[in-house]
């Protein structure tokens, strides 16, 4: 049954999330919630990459951009600058955008790619969280779910080379540096933000 949305940023861990669903014929819709942020055209440009591979391969999955209004200062901090970048409420705004589309088309699930890497810097990624926002959806039949929460960012890398996930078109930077040309899609991942590390 195809019953599942997984919120895909393009980025590594739901990279893996999309192949899990691929792999037990799960999967039914990709969802981006779009706002300003130093790398969402690399974010784009991943997921539409990554929702045509899908259909390529005849996956009959949909997909949905989403428009958020955030305010992401926690973003602008510059490239090459280490630690977390919190966006207070952004998982919890993304999580009930997706469940609306998710109850709306009929689905059942909403996968979130948190990992055990993520619990000490972000706080809407503990399995705490998910489940309170998971108590939140499922009146409206949508349960919230993150396959990976007891996973660190190795059995992630692993399992997604086990399932033939393309993790080289993944884009998990927060922090973009920009190329001599200036063009977005030329730049290249930072390699120090939190994000980048953990890769």
Sequence with gaps: MRDVMVLFSGGTDSTVLVEMARRDERIAHLFYASFRHPARKQELRS??????????AG????????????????????????????????????????ANHAAALGLSEVWIGATAADRDGYADCRPGYIAAASALTEPFGVRVRA?????????????????????????????????????????????????????
Aim: charged share 20%; glycine share 10%; proline share 8%.
């Design 47 to 56: 997921f539409y990459a990554g929702f045509r591979r899908l259909r390529n």
């Design 59 to 98: 996956e009959p999955v949909k997909c949905s951009e989403v428009g958020l209004l955030l305010r992401a200062e926690a973003l602008d901090i510059g490239a090459g600058e280490p630690g977390a970048r919190v966006v207070p409420g952004r998982n919890l705004a993304i999580i009930a955008l997706a």
């Design 147 to 199: 396959p990976l929460a007891d996973m660190s960012r190795a059995e992630v890398m692993a399992l997604g080379r086990d399932l033939g996930a393309p993790m080289a078109d993944a884009w998990s930077c927060y922090q973009p540096t920009p190329s001599a040309n200036g063009h977005p899609y030329s730049a290249t991942q930072c390699g120090t933000c939190n994000s980048c590390r953990q890769v």
